[in-house]
């Protein structure tokens, strides 16, 4: 069985400042892929970011970037010079073999201007 | 119509009523699935079809039946169901190839049951 656990409920952070969110996961498998999925209040989930885990190499798309600890089976989302836009509840998610994701319970994230 | 689109994106319904959620893929994938989203609990994977046969049913009562006609439409329908029934019913759709396991929702349908 997968499990993936977020545990920060909630966090804020200040506009144009950086914030890091974090989740841990587990899995027998040794190839599976992460993910960071984001809803804002609009509720349409949004892909933000995916990282294989064969690569070393931490992914990055734009302002967001991971810190994927594969040994700790540590995977958070590191946010840069955060925009009011960014505000949404943000899961991690893991699939394995069986192409199923498995979601945490998710951060909601507030961007103080 | 772009990505994936799901309707309506609000219902209201008694527990005897019958109704149905439609979902429709615009993005060529082969896979697609059905969630359930409750307030304060993780997102729960309800069923998957890939290339139009069911492949997983998460012990989901059977109140609630999909339909998959073709690998583009996804179908939930909905009869008898309870108060603890109402939540966000999320569509969602991949592509079953290797390295390609991301999955791209649909914008929901806030389902109420009174």
């Known amino acids: 069985a997968q499990t993936v656990t977020q545990s920060q409920p909630e966090m804020s952070v200040q506009e144009a400042e950086t914030v890091t969110l974090s989740c841990t996961y587990d899995?027998?498998?040794?190839?599976?892929?992460l993910f960071w999925y984001k809803q804002p209040p609009s509720r349409q989930m949004i892909l933000v970011i995916r990282?294989?885990?064969?690569?070393?190499q931490n992914a990055t798309e734009n302002r967001f970037s991971v810190n994927f600890q594969k040994a700790a089976k540590s995977f958070s989302l590191k946010i840069s010079d955060s925009q009011l836009g960014d505000a949404a509840m943000y899961f991690c998610a893991l699939a394995g073999s069986a192409r199923q994701l498995t979601f945490g319970s998710g951060t909601q994230l507030t961007v103080l201007p | 119509e772009t990505g994936v689109t799901q309707t309506p994106r609000h219902l209201v319904m008694g527990m005897t009523n019958k109704k149905s959620l439609k979902c429709e893929q615009h993005l060529g994938h082969n896979a697609m699935y059905w969630y359930k989203q409750s307030a304060k609990k993780p997102l729960e994977l309800m069923f998957v079809y890939n290339f139009k046969e069911q492949t997983e049913n998460n012990s989901v009562p059977s109140r609630f039946s999909p339909e998959c006609p073709n690998s583009s439409h996804l179908f939930l329908h909905l009869h008898t169901l309870q108060p603890e029934d109402s939540a966000l019913y999320l569509c969602?759709?991949?592509?079953?190839?290797?390295?390609?396991?991301?999955?791209?929702f649909g914008p929901g349908t806030r389902l109420t049951v009174t």
């Open positions: 899995t027998s498998e040794s190839d599976y892929y």
């Open positions: 969602a759709s991949s592509q079953n190839r290797d390295g390609a396991y991301e999955q791209y």
């Open positions: 990282q294989e885990a064969y690569k070393q």
